[in-house]
């Protein structure tokens, strides 16, 4: 039925082509994805991006006509319930299946997904492990970070091996994932299937800031501050570099450690709950308690320069 359908589309498209003048079709929003946003962007994300410009029926029709890409963002599209589809796991899978076996690194990578957990579909794990390193190898990060989750927590008769998830964690970040580079970091600052290395755990975790991930920027900025002295003033550059990068980014532990150290007068800094009150306000808009206290505390107190019962009370009322 797919192929009667194939060949009656391209008729139609030949035919359309002749009577409009053989003018060029417009590309679709799929065609124009990236190799880096395929290779490094959420599937949502890219789902998402697609939908607002093509519907589910684009997808579709360039699905019937053996469009290996279009075939797994409509398949992810019913694993999510986008684009007004009603949410069918069965389906989904289905798709992902036929994406892969047109050749979709990105279909490929669904197929793993759907199978690693038993979506549409019996669970297996070992299969979908395959997938994923072959997919990884293809360039796909999603796919290697998966993989490396597999052997971090050892799943589904696949033992527990911390060397080979941190191997495709850094595959994952050689590729341009900024979180599998954070994730590097993190096993590098534990010891996990590594010696403990502080040093290159900051250097991942400032090449994952780097590149935008602001939970890196906290991490590489608290690794320099765990090390310094509190009264250096050298160290103080380049704290507050990757904390206010991380700020900047709306991570909210970078804001607070900011604002800390204004607070506290650390590394040369002069002692300033003033200077730390703007720090604190974005600590607390981006939902950090912690941060919502301090702020509440002060504008009792009149240390943030001024006195407000009322915004005291909105900050530190929902933490009753």
Known sequence: ?????????????????????????????????????????SSIDLARKVLKSETIEDLRRASVNGDARATWLLGYSYKQGLGGVTKDLRQSYILSREACQMGSPRGCDALAFNLVAGNGTDKNVVEAARLFES?????????????????????????????RALFFRKRGCEIGSMYNCHLVGQMYSKGEGTEADPERAQAFNARSCDGGYG????????????????????????????????????????????????????????RSTIAAVPWMEKACKFRSNDACYNLGSWLINGRAGRTDGKRAIELLGPLC
């Not at 359908?5 to 391209?10: D, Q, S």
């Not at 929003?29 to 395929?38: G, H, M």
């Not at 990884?136 to 060397?163: F, H, M, Q």
């Not at 450690?257 to 506290?264: A, K, L, P, V």
């Open 1 to 41: 039925m797919r192929k009667w359908i194939t060949i009656g589309a391209a008729f139609a498209a030949a035919l359309t082509a002749f009577v409009g003048g053989g003018a060029p079709a417009q590309a679709q929003a799929w065609q124009e994805l990236t190799q880096k946003e395929l290779a490094t962007v």
């Open 135 to 163: 997919v990884c190898d293809r360039g796909i990060a999603s796919s290697c970070e998966r993989l490396a989750t597999v052997y971090y927590r050892g799943e589904g008769g696949i033992p527990k091996t911390l060397g």
């Open 215 to 270: 939970r890196g920027c906290f991490y590489a900025g608290r690794i320099i501050e765990r090390a310094a002295s509190r009264n250096d003033p050298a160290a103080f550059s380049s704290i507050a570099r990757y904390y206010e990068k991380g700020c900047a980014l709306e991570q909210k532990d970078s804001c607070y450690n900011r604002g800390i150290i204004d607070n506290e007068g650390k590394f040369g800094r002069p």
